[in-house]
């Protein structure tokens, strides 16, 4: 067993590179829709994935925003845009390995079916039940509401990549009631069905060893990381040694 300290953005490319290797992500790319929604952690997975078919030449991670939550001062934005910032140039669609630049999910939603895959991330992370939640800030449902009409009507595969600093110490049932409640104020929380993939998938995907968080938290550019105890073979903890040092420095999600 070897422990490993995982920084939040390292832990996004990791769960990124990882998807490039998840057997339905593959088998998607060659014949369905692939659906990646815009945001912070699936920006890395649309770099890593348009990377793995060649078509990323284009693509800014830095735009490819929705929603996103600023330290206290700045508040959680509507579109995920801030001022002064070019528009939002879509999410990515990937058609049969072909990417169709400036689409949304909205435009394509009615076209979904089985065996087309959507990639949301997720605000609230419950590990003991495998549950990802939503935080929503639009009063038409946003995104994910928008998507849950595929997936709940037509079997569309729903997954959330999602770090396991996001995780939370109560069901996400309960915590959707306070936050829907009539009289609160803030974002919504939609708890989903949808498959969870955090950084302990990621692993057992890249390197078949097997690992179980720890301890978490930090300061000078560690908060909010998180430690991981790796066990396998013994080839299986050097795969993942040499894997996470590759990625332990990725700078810093800045987009001011």
């Known amino acids: 067993m070897k422990q490993f300290l995982i920084t939040p953005a390292s ?80 999410d990515v669609v990937i058609d049969r390995g072909k990417w169709k630049k400036g689409l949304t999910i909205f435009d394509v939603v009615d076209d979904l079916k089985e065996g087309d895959v959507v990639l949301k991330g997720a605000n609230a992370l419950d590990m003991s039940r495998g549950q990802a939640g939503v935080l929503i800030g639009d009063p038409h449902g946003g995104t994910i509401g928008t998507v849950m009409n595929a997936v709940v009507g037509r079997r569309v595969r729903l997954i959330h990549p999602v770090g396991l600093e996001k995780r939370v110490d109560q069901g996400l049932n309960k915590i959707a009631r306070v936050l829907n409640a009539p009289g609160a104020r803030g974002p919504r929380l939609l708890p989903t069905p949808g498959e969870v993939f955090t950084e302990i998938e990621a692993i057992s995907i890249l390197s078949g060893a097997e690992a179980q968080l720890i301890a978490s938290g930090g300061v000078n550019g560690a908060e909010g990381s998180i430690w991981l105890a790796v066990s396998g073979a013994d080839n299986q903890v050097k795969e993942t040694d040499y894997l996470l040092n590759s990625i332990s420095e990725e700078p810093p999600f800045n987009i001011i």
């Open 11 to 90: 832990g996004k490319r990791l769960i990124a590179r990882a998807l490039t290797s998840h057997e339905v992500i593959k088998k998607t790319l060659k014949s369905n829709t692939l659906i990646i929604i815009a945001g912070t952690t699936n920006g890395y997975v649309a770099e890593e994935i348009l990377s793995k078919i060649n078509q990323l030449d284009v693509f800014s991670r830095e735009k490819f925003i929705r929603g996103v939550v600023l330290p206290p001062g700045q508040p959680i934005t509507e579109t995920g845009r801030l001022p002064g910032e070019d528009e939002f140039p879509g």
